[in-house]
């Protein structure tokens, strides 16, 4: 904010002119007056001349520094804003910050003239050393409090108390207050200033006729505490990083003081939806992890508890906005992130999840449409992401969007193009409180200056009505908490030139048109919060775990299970708060990667030995393994040959396996001819995605030869001589079939010499044959079985062949057929079932046996 630098009216040339004049003269004279000095035990009249310019002076010797030998802090300065009739009370402490002894020292108040500026007050709050006139004169007399004797290195506690109708305060303005220590040394026993410490008072009797109004952020925002981990059961126990959330919710606490302190000031309510989820979470039975990578308890479930039920009465019927969940980084999306794609496409879903996530946990709809990079700092890459998802308004702040040409504090609203507002925060407002807030004094002092610089802002244009926008720094301390939280109450209570709005309300004001509406271009980034950017490999990573994510939700009969603890875990790994901790971001991102390929690979492939097929059509059993809590469906699996053998292994199959369970995937597979092949197998997701790794294994082709089908053969042959063999051999023991047309024959016509004929012919006495008996009693040569009585034995001696004939041969012909028969039980190793044993019967007479 360009302003015109004022003391008491004075243009800021000529004061430093006087300034450094007056210095001169002083330094000048400064030798001869101490050589002037009277000895010890002289009047203290005798030397007063001296009083004046010794404060000026720094001390060349070890006793101190002239005003800065001692150290003095203004802790308390009550009421902060008095009006008349109150009694200014103020404390703190006085320290020696020498090497010798203060003797008897004094503490006083000191008012100095009227700051008619913000830069003046600025100027005032940086001075250390002491400035005659600029620094007032002194409260003295029964005012004072003595400190007595301080030893090097002591420190004693004061307390002032000074009635506001004697500081003299002439007109309404902001005010420089002292409190200075007056004391001797040893080598300049004479009184001297010996510290000085500076504050502000603001003072007004009445109300301003146009007061400035004010939005103040609340915001409540932590780092990443919750991890994409959970345990098994059906709760999915969440598992934390660590346990620090428990201690900021506890009692004095960081978010618990936010929420103590915040609840009866008029503010609005930011909030990153991540910590209500997480401190949700821990309302729960919850686990954290520890050092040897398991986990224990968490311990903070009564303080999240309460520290809920306190933040959903505090917001009731409050303003709230709500960042996209899990604060993402908006210049390093904007600078780095927006080169990788489907990194940007993240930034809508989170804002969707901030607005469930927030009417679920506080029952209250919040406000969506704000972005608020970080410490305001814009260009028009950052604009361009921050909007992209639906936020109309841009958080800024007054050190990227400059306005040089004007000498008063304009309306935050700046109208941007394309629809949408610039809010420009007040720069010295929003880093007011940024300090070390418990160091002695600086609470106080930081306090008193933010209610004086908004005093002067009202006093800059006190007819014309404004807006202003406050945003401090993401995560206060508990000390910064408390003092925000004073001076905020302090402006409430006095109501005299400031009034609170909601940020909405804000981004509505009637913008000031001679306000810089200009977003500056990407080389007007700071260097300092480049440096601290997430890298463009943070957005790569994220992507890949994303893609993962969306395929192995897809085999997943229960995907929210992993769907919701993984997708938030995504939104945190681009965090805001990764600034300034790259490497916990780095470790953040990778812990999540690593757990969810992990959980991946639970579903997998068994590998197989090598196989052997015993033939050229075979099934060839591959199994899935579920090591997880849920079933999974929507795999296939299919297997691939290296086809040198021509290995048919058929369709893909589809996959569907219980949780905890395995499942057998058969294959029908033939070969055309033998050898050995390598088949591949893997599975695949519904869009033909490759789901884990493959796996390869042998198969082995052992087709029927040509030597075994030969041997098969002969036994085959052999099966069926010996079936034709027993077929004629129950065939001879059964007999010639009966001619139904043959004469019967008496029944006592049989005698030893009755033949029966293989062929099927008749007996008859003498024979058989055609022609009727021989002169010697032979058989006609036409029987071939027939008998007849000329014979000694009764039997013919025709062409047909004698009993000791056939038995002969059929003797040679057992003999021919054993060969045969050793064969084949050489060749089956023993005499099978299906052939029978041989029969021994003989032959009947007259079979012929066809080989």
Same mark, same amino acid.
């Given at each position: 904010?360009?302003?015109?630098?004022?003391? /008491?009216?004075?243009?800021?040339?000529?004061?430093?002119?006087?300034?450094?004049?007056?210095?001169?003269?002083?330094?000048? %004279?400064?030798?001869?007056?101490?050589?002037?000095?009277?000895?010890?035990?002289?009047?203290?009249?005798?030397?007063? $001349?001296?009083?004046? =310019? +010794?404060? $000026?002076?720094?001390?060349?010797?070890? @006793?101190?520094?002239?005003?800065?030998?001692?150290?003095?802090?203004?802790?308390?300065?009550?009421?902060?804003?008095?009006?008349?009739?109150?009694? !200014?009370?103020?404390?703190?402490?006085? %320290?020696?910050?020498?090497?010798?002894?203060?003797?008897?020292?004094?503490?006083?108040?000191?008012?100095?003239?009227?700051?008619?500026?913000?830069? $003046?007050?600025?100027?005032?709050?940086?001075?250390?050393?002491?400035?005659?006139? &600029?620094?007032?004169?002194?409260?003295?007399?029964?005012?004072?409090?003595?400190?007595?004797?301080?030893?090097?290195?002591?420190?004693? *506690?004061?307390?002032?108390?000074?009635?506001?109708?004697?500081?003299?305060?002439?007109?309404?303005?902001?005010?420089?207050?002292?409190?200075?220590?007056?004391?001797?040394?040893?080598?300049?026993?004479?009184?001297?200033?010996?510290?000085?410490?500076?504050?502000?008072?603001?003072?007004?009797?009445?109300? *301003?006729?146009?007061?400035?109004?004010?939005?103040?952020?609340?915001?409540?925002? *932590?780092?990443?505490?919750?991890?994409?981990?959970?345990?098994?059961?059906?709760?999915?126990?969440?598992?934390?990083?660590?346990?620090?959330?428990?201690?900021?919710?506890?009692?004095?606490?960081?978010?618990?003081?936010?929420? &103590?302190?915040?609840?009866?000031?008029?503010?609005?309510?930011?909030?990153?939806?991540?910590?209500?989820?997480?401190?949700? &979470?821990?309302?729960?039975?919850?686990?954290?992890?520890?050092?040897?990578?398991?986990?224990?308890?968490?311990?903070?479930?009564?303080?999240?508890?309460?520290?809920?039920?306190?933040?959903?009465?505090?917001?009731?019927?409050?303003?709230?906005? +709500?960042?996209?969940?899990?604060?993402?980084?908006? +210049?390093?999306?904007?600078?780095?992130?927006?080169?990788?794609?489907?990194?940007?496409?993240? !930034?809508?879903?989170?804002?969707?999840?901030?607005?469930?996530?927030?009417?679920?946990?506080?029952?209250?709809?919040?406000?969506?449409?704000?972005?608020?990079?970080?410490?305001?700092? #814009?260009?028009?890459?950052? #604009?361009?992401?921050?909007?992209?998802?639906?936020?109309?308004?841009?958080?800024?702040?007054?050190?990227?969007?400059?306005?040089?040409?004007? *000498?008063?504090?304009?309306?935050?609203?700046?109208?941007?193009?394309?629809?949408?507002?610039?809010?420009?925060?007040?720069?010295?407002?929003?880093? =007011?409180?940024?300090?070390?807030?418990?160091?002695?004094?600086?609470?106080?002092?930081?306090?008193?200056?933010?209610? =004086?610089?908004?005093?002067?802002?009202?006093?800059?244009?006190?007819?014309?009505?404004?807006?202003?926008?406050?945003?401090?720094?993401?995560?206060?301390?508990?000390?910064?908490?408390?003092?925000?939280?004073?001076?905020?109450?302090?402006?409430?209570?006095?109501?005299?030139?400031? @009034?609170?709005?909601?940020?909405?309300?804000?981004?509505?004001?009637?913008?000031?048109?001679?306000?810089?509406?200009?977003?500056?271009?990407?080389?007007?980034?700071?260097?300092?919060?480049?440096? /601290?950017?997430?890298?463009?490999?943070?957005?790569?990573?994220?992507?890949?775990?994303? =893609?993962?994510?969306?395929?192995?939700?897809?085999?997943?009969?229960?995907?929210?299970?992993?769907?919701?603890?993984?997708?938030?875990?995504?939104?945190?790994?681009?965090?805001?708060?990764?600034?300034?901790?790259?490497?916990?971001?780095?470790?953040?991102?990778?812990? #999540?990667?690593?757990?969810?390929?992990?959980?991946?690979?639970?579903?997998?492939?068994?590998?197989?030995?090598?196989?052997?097929?015993?033939?050229?059509?075979?099934?060839?059993?591959?199994?899935?393994?579920?090591?997880?809590?849920?079933?999974?469906?929507?795999?296939?699996?299919?297997?691939?040959?290296?086809?040198?053998?021509?290995?048919?292994?058929?369709?893909?199959?589809?996959?569907?396996?219980?949780?905890?369970?395995? /499942?057998?995937?058969?294959?029908?597979?033939? &070969?055309?001819?033998?050898?050995?092949?390598?088949?591949?197998?893997?599975?695949?997701?519904?869009?033909?995605?490759?789901?884990?790794?493959?796996?390869?294994?042998?198969?082995? #082709?052992?087709?029927?030869?040509?030597?075994?089908?030969?041997?098969?053969?002969?036994?085959?042959?052999?099966?069926?001589?010996?079936?034709?063999?027993?077929?004629?051999?129950?065939?001879?023991?059964?007999?010639?079939?009966?001619?139904?047309?043959?004469?019967?024959?008496?029944?006592?016509?049989?005698?030893?010499?009755?033949?029966?004929?293989?062929?099927?012919?008749?007996?008859?006495?003498?024979?058989?044959?055609?022609?009727?008996?021989?002169?010697?009693?032979?058989?006609? %040569?036409?029987?071939?079985?027939?008998?007849?009585?000329?014979?000694?034995?009764?039997?013919?001696?025709?062409?047909?062949?004698?009993?000791?004939?056939?038995?002969?041969?059929?003797?040679?012909?057992?003999?021919?057929?054993?060969?045969?028969?050793?064969?084949?039980?050489?060749?089956?190793?023993?005499?099978?079932?299906?052939?029978?044993?041989?029969?021994?019967?003989?032959?009947?007479?007259?079979?012929?046996?066809?080989?």
């Amino acid at each position: 904010m360009a302003e015109a630098a004022e003391i /008491q009216g004075i243009p800021t040339a000529p004061l430093r002119r006087w300034l450094r004049r007056t210095t001169i003269a002083l330094l000048a %004279t400064a030798p001869v007056l101490g050589a002037l000095a009277p000895l010890p035990g002289s009047a203290p009249a005798a030397h007063a $001349a001296t009083h004046a =310019a +010794a404060p $000026a002076t720094r001390s060349a010797d070890t @006793e101190g520094s002239g005003s800065r030998t001692a150290d003095l802090s203004v802790n308390t300065l009550t009421p902060s804003t008095p009006e008349k009739g109150d009694t !200014l009370t103020v404390t703190g402490t006085v %320290t020696n910050d020498s090497k010798t002894a203060i003797t008897d020292g004094s503490v006083a108040l000191r008012i100095g003239p009227s700051l008619g500026s913000r830069g $003046a007050i600025g100027q005032a709050a940086e001075r250390e050393s002491y400035l005659s006139g &600029a620094d007032g004169s002194e409260i003295g007399g029964k005012r004072a409090e003595k400190v007595g004797t301080l030893q090097p290195g002591i420190s004693r *506690s004061f307390t002032l108390k000074v009635p506001v109708s004697q500081l003299k305060l002439s007109r309404d303005g902001v005010y420089q207050v002292g409190v200075s220590l007056t004391g001797r040394t040893s080598k300049r026993p004479y009184d001297q200033l010996l510290g000085i410490t500076r504050s502000f008072l603001p003072w007004q009797e009445s109300a *301003s006729r146009e007061k400035t109004r004010m939005t103040y952020l609340w915001p409540l925002v *932590s780092t990443p505490h919750l991890t994409a981990r959970t345990e098994s059961d059906e709760q999915q126990t969440p598992v934390f990083r660590d346990d620090k959330l428990a201690r900021d919710l506890a009692p004095g606490g960081r978010l618990q003081q936010m929420v &103590a302190l915040g609840k009866d000031l008029p503010v609005t309510w930011v909030i990153d939806p991540d910590l209500l989820a997480t401190v949700d &979470a821990m309302t729960k039975r919850y686990r954290v992890q520890d050092e040897d990578g398991g986990t224990v308890a968490g311990k903070g479930q009564e303080y999240a508890k309460q520290w809920l039920m306190d933040l959903q009465d505090a917001v009731k019927g409050e303003e709230v906005a +709500a960042l996209p969940f899990g604060d993402p980084d908006l +210049a390093s999306l904007a600078h780095r992130g927006k080169s990788v794609p489907g990194a940007l496409s993240n !930034l809508g879903p989170a804002t969707e999840l901030a607005t469930d996530t927030v009417e679920t946990i506080l029952h209250t709809r919040p406000r969506t449409d704000f972005a608020w990079p970080v410490d305001g700092a #814009v260009d028009s890459s950052i #604009v361009d992401v921050a909007t992209s998802a639906g936020a109309h308004n841009v958080i800024a702040r007054g050190d990227s969007i400059r306005d040089t040409a004007l *000498s008063y504090a304009p309306t935050a609203a700046r109208p941007i193009g394309g629809g949408n507002t610039a809010l420009v925060a007040d720069t010295g407002l929003s880093k =007011a409180f940024a300090g070390d807030m418990s160091r002695a004094g600086a609470s106080s002092k930081a306090v008193q200056r933010f209610l =004086a610089e908004t005093l002067a802002i009202t006093a800059q244009a006190p007819t014309k009505q404004r807006s202003i926008v406050v945003a401090p720094q993401r995560m206060p301390t508990a000390s910064q908490a408390q003092a925000m939280a004073t001076a905020l109450s302090s402006l409430d209570q006095s109501g005299l030139w400031t @009034e609170g709005q909601d940020l909405s309300d804000a981004a509505k004001a009637k913008p000031d048109p001679n306000a810089n509406t200009r977003v500056p271009g990407s080389g007007s980034y700071p260097s300092a919060l480049r440096k /601290q950017e997430l890298p463009t490999e943070a957005y790569e990573r994220v992507q890949q775990t994303e =893609a993962t994510l969306e395929d192995f939700k897809q085999v997943l009969t229960r995907g929210d299970r992993v769907v919701t603890p993984f997708g938030t875990a995504i939104d945190r790994a681009v965090s805001t708060s990764w600034r300034g901790d790259a490497k916990g971001g780095t470790e953040y991102r990778e812990s #999540v990667q690593s757990y969810l390929i992990g959980l991946t690979k639970k579903v997998h492939l068994i590998q197989k030995s090598p196989i052997t097929l015993s033939g050229r059509s075979a099934t060839i059993p591959v199994t899935v393994q579920n090591n997880l809590v849920q079933e999974v469906d929507g795999l296939e699996l299919r297997l691939k040959s290296s086809r040198r053998i021509g290995l048919d292994v058929g369709q893909s199959q589809p996959v569907k396996v219980d949780g905890g369970h395995s /499942q057998s995937v058969k294959f029908t597979t033939s &070969a055309k001819a033998n050898g050995r092949s390598f088949v591949e197998a893997q599975l695949y997701t519904k869009d033909g995605k490759p789901y884990g790794k493959p796996m390869r294994f042998r198969v082995n #082709v052992t087709s029927i030869t040509s030597a075994v089908l030969l041997v098969i053969a002969g036994g085959v042959l052999l099966v069926v001589l010996a079936g034709i063999r027993m077929y004629t051999q129950r065939k001879r023991r059964v007999g010639p079939p009966v001619d139904p047309d043959a004469p019967l024959e008496p029944a006592d016509s049989d005698s030893d010499g009755a033949g029966s004929g293989s062929d099927g012919s008749g007996t008859d006495p003498g024979g058989s044959g055609s022609d009727g008996p021989g002169p010697d009693g032979s058989g006609g %040569t036409g029987g071939s079985g027939g008998t007849g009585p000329g014979a000694p034995d009764g039997r013919g001696d025709g062409q047909g062949a004698s009993d000791e004939q056939r038995e002969d041969e059929g003797a040679r012909e057992d003999e021919d057929r054993r060969p045969e028969q050793d064969k084949e039980r050489a060749s089956h190793g023993s005499d099978r079932g299906d052939t029978g044993p041989e029969s021994g019967a003989r032959s009947a007479a007259g079979e012929k046996v066809n080989r």
